[in-house]
């Protein structure tokens, strides 16, 4: 029997080759499911806006068709068209995937639908308007990530092939995916690991290949995407809470006033022109790179364990630098 994702497609084409002459019975015939699945499947895709209608004799059948303008039609004024359109200039992870396809359709149609005076003016301000685009390059991983649509709507299991960044070899094992995450143009999938036992994250660009398995799983009820990266600075969790409180000095004063990097931060601003930042996590792995990043202007006052750590990682830099080795060009360092 089909899945979900492949009884939607196929329903909405018998519905509009029938031209009002298919019916519940007909249409769960035809795809050799019962009518009760044909029925959730027709209010899943009303819910998603196709205008299925239902006419006939109230004796008899309903007949089912569908409308020419498969979805309701969504009126948008300029601003709000024009935000769509400079938006999608700084939104590129799903860029090459059955997904990214799909919003170029969107937004080509979004932008022929301006007039020519309105297009004239987004060409313009769009090009005058930059957005940094980083992450991986997911025009490669195109049957992985729709595998994983499929398995995450359909609740089913993935036999996923993972190459982490400490192993020299592939993995094979069972996942039961929850949810993909967008982090700063980098794609992950978090589910549970039957091999691990236990709720975990894993990089797309990592995945060797994904294959939808006949086995499903029921989802937990108390799961939650943004609860369950609360405690992450980024993407890392742990389980203990921790409170980070870093000082600021010089310039980072200003930079941390002005960027929000989680939600629990917190700055306290002081007479001497310092700051300090709080912020309540779970894992410390992530925040302790931002930290490095700001040098000396950027100093750790607990946790305790944190400091230390970063402590070690300067000495470490310091070795680095007081050693007399060669410079890049093979001639000696300086004295």
């Not at 492949?6 to 519940?24: K, M, W």
């Not at 009760?36 to 899943?44: E, H, N, S, W, Y």
């Not at 002081?270 to 925040?287: C, K, N, P, V, Y």
Request: include cysteine; hydrophobic fraction near 40%.
């Amino acid at each position: 029997m089909a899945n979900r994702s492949q009884r939607h497609p196929q329903l909405l084409r018998i519905i509009a080759l029938g031209q009002g002459s298919e019916t519940i019975c007909s249409l769960a015939e035809a795809l050799q499911v019962s009518t009760k699945t044909v029925r959730r499947d027709l209010a899943d895709l009303r819910k998603l806006g196709f205008v299925i209608k239902e006419d006939g004799d109230p004796n008899e059948p309903k007949k089912l068709s569908l409308t020419r303008d498969a979805i309701a039609k969504v009126h948008l004024n300029f601003d709000e068209a024009f935000s769509l359109m400079l938006y999608r200039e700084g939104k590129h992870a799903f860029d090459g995937t059955l997904i990214g396809k799909a919003a170029e359709v969107a937004f080509a149609k979004v932008g022929n639908a301006l007039g020519r005076f309105e297009k004239d003016y987004v060409r313009r301000m769009v090009s005058r308007v930059r957005c940094n685009t980083v992450g991986g390059d997911y025009s490669q991983h195109s049957e992985t990530i729709e595998a994983l649509m499929i398995a995450i709507e359909d609740t089913r299991a993935i036999l996923l092939t993972y190459l982490s960044a400490r192993s020299t070899e592939p993995v094979t094992y069972t996942i039961e995916p929850y949810g993909i995450v967008e982090h700063r143009g980098t794609l992950y999938v978090v589910g549970y690991s039957q091999r691990h036992a236990e709720i975990r994250t894993w990089k797309v660009d990592r995945i060797q290949a994904a294959e939808v398995t006949e086995r499903s799983f029921a989802l937990p009820t108390d799961f939650d995407l943004d609860e369950h990266f609360a405690g992450a600075f980024a993407i890392v969790r742990g389980e203990k809470p921790v409170e980070v409180i870093v000082r600021f000095m010089g310039t980072a004063t200003r930079y941390v006033q002005e960027k929000r990097m989680h939600p629990t931060q917190q700055v306290e601003l002081h007479s001497d022109g310092s700051a300090l930042a709080r912020f309540q996590l779970t894992s410390t792995l992530e925040i302790r790179s931002w930290i490095l990043s700001f040098g000396s202007a950027a100093e750790v006052l607990s946790p305790s364990s944190l400091r230390s750590e970063i402590k070690q990682e300067v000495v470490q830099m310091l070795a680095h630098y007081h050693h007399q080795g060669s410079t890049t060009d093979g001639r000696d360092g300086p004295s």
